[in-house]
């Protein structure tokens, strides 16, 4: 959880403040960007967004209720940060957005619910409009789009899935939260100042062009 990174980064001697937020509410992102601002100087460099679910359903058995959680939580939540801290980047000239979406957006995924897949493909669409509109600001908006990966998420998946997709990923493993961590490390750095609207597939080799 976030008190656990937030321990882990003092830890390494960095510096790092949790806070709980819900996505879907302007006001909650507002309040964590307020809370960011005084806490590092009125600045926010980097922008990674990282909540997302996932609800395992065909079709048929999905809500309107369920429907509207998921696109809330994983491309809402995404629109209503951004809107929050790209005025700030603007002021500074400068900053970084690191979307996570998921490899499901370009092939329809393997055990995903319809609603998850329909959210990810517009997190991509949104990185691509986000780094064509921003770039004369300075700011980078960048994609990463993990395979399927050992995390929560993946709990309630069947077995025989698990095995498949790992037999089906030439690297032969499925991804670890480092793995993808990585790459969002090496978007939100100076190394990527000269990267936008494009997206990193982290898949093991799973889909590729």
Request: aromatic share 4%; charged share 25%.
């Amino acid at each position: 959880g976030a008190e656990e990174t937030e321990a882990l980064v003092k830890k390494d001697g960095g510096e790092a403040t949790a806070a709980r937020l819900d996505v879907t509410s302007a006001e909650s992102v507002r309040a964590a960007v307020d809370l960011a601002l005084s806490t590092y100087d009125n600045r926010v460099d980097i922008l990674v967004n990282n909540a997302g679910i996932q609800i395992l359903e065909s079709i048929e058995e999905i809500s309107e209720e369920h429907w509207d959680r998921v696109i809330g939580v994983n491309m809402k939540g995404h629109f209503l940060t951004c809107r929050a801290v790209i005025p700030i980047m603007k002021k500074q000239g400068r900053g970084h957005i690191v979307n996570i979406a998921s490899v499901g957006a370009r092939n329809g995924g393997t055990f995903a619910g319809v609603h998850y897949i329909a959210s990810k493909g517009g997190v991509l669409a949104m990185t691509k409009k986000l780094g064509k509109e921003l770039g004369q600001y300075g700011i980078v908006v960048n994609g990463v789009n993990p395979g399927p990966s050992l995390t929560d998420m993946m709990a309630d998946w069947p077995r025989s899935v698990v095995d498949g997709v790992v037999k089906n990923t030439p690297l032969g493993r499925m991804a670890e939260p480092e793995d993808i961590a990585d790459a969002v490390a090496f978007l939100a750095s100076d190394a990527a100042r000269f990267i936008s609207g494009e997206t990193i597939e982290v898949n093991g080799g799973l889909v590729c062009d």
